[in-house]
T-cell receptor, first 116, second 114 residues
Framework: DAMVIQNPRYQVTQFGKPVTLSCSQT?????MYWYQQKSSQAPKLLFHYYDKDFNNEADTPDNFQSRRPNTSFCFLDIRSPGLGDAAMYLC???????????????FGPGTRLTVT | AQSVTQLDSQVPVFEEAPVELRCNYS??????LFWYVQYPNQGLQLLLKYLSGSTLVKGINGFEAEFNKSQTSFHLRKPSVHISDTAEYFC????????????FGTGTRLTIIP
């Protein structure tokens, strides 16, 4: 089945130690998104790629960066995690304009990040 | 810009009773509307969407929603809920034809009481 895959599902890192979360998709979608979701809150968009074009949200801290080496993969790098970065990180994809413009998003299962 | 309001943060409902989760949006342009469900420690799953056409849309798991342009609402309904419907429900909006970003509401936690 076509899907969005996130690894690992659970990640523990130390305060200040860089960490990378990964996302892959078999849907061949143009757009890939990274969201941060804290407990009992709505997902907060950090950034997204439309093909190779990177789009950063204005309030995303510089501590968060992303790479998309090809259509299928996208990475979230947290350079120096703080305790406040503990959250669920969700990856999503959409077809973009090629999908008729509805931009329906397909989500992965998420990676729960713990910072100790 | 678009915004979404989900007034009910928590909704408890007895099993087999009907439920309505409320969603209101604000936008100066045409929009697409979505309802997503999130089970504990899972990603979001699309329940249903309104793009155009019939204002009553049916989704998975027996859910339906009605788009009301005059009231700028997109309420989610189910005639008879089950224990398995216990989850967080998010309403989301995007600008029609040209914006790849979704704006989410703050979510409604639906708890089914046996």
């Amino acid at each position: 089945d076509a899907m969005v895959i996130q690894n690992p599902r659970y990640q523990v890192t130390q305060f200040g130690k860089p960490v990378t979360l990964s996302c892959s998709q078999t849907l061949n979608h143009n757009v890939m998104y990274w969201y941060q979701q804290k407990s009992s809150q709505a997902p907060k968009l950090l950034f997204h790629y439309y093909d190779k074009d990177f789009n950063n949200e204005a309030d995303t801290p510089d501590n968060f960066q992303s790479r998309r080496p090809n259509t299928s993969f996208c990475f979230l790098d947290i350079r120096s995690p703080g305790l406040g970065d503990a959250a669920m990180y969700l990856c999503a994809t959409s077809r973009g304009f090629a999908g008729g413009g509805s931009y329906e998003q397909y989500f992965g299962p998420g990676t729960r990040l713990t910072v100790t | 810009a678009q915004s979404v309001t989900q007034l009910d943060s928590q909704v408890p409902v007895f099993e087999e009773a009907p439920v309505e989760l409320r969603c209101n949006y604000s936008s100066s342009v045409s929009v697409y509307l979505f309802w997503y469900v999130q089970y504990p420690n899972q990603g979001l799953q699309l329940l249903l969407k309104y793009l155009s056409g019939s204002t009553l849309v049916k989704g998975i798991n027996g859910f339906e929603a009605e788009f009301n342009k005059s009231q700028t609402s997109f309420h989610l309904r189910k005639p008879s809920v089950h224990i398995s419907d216990t989850a967080e429900y998010f309403c989301a909006v995007s600008r029609a034809f040209g914006n790849e970003k979704l704006t989410f509401g703050t979510g409604t936690r639906l708890t089914i009481i046996p």
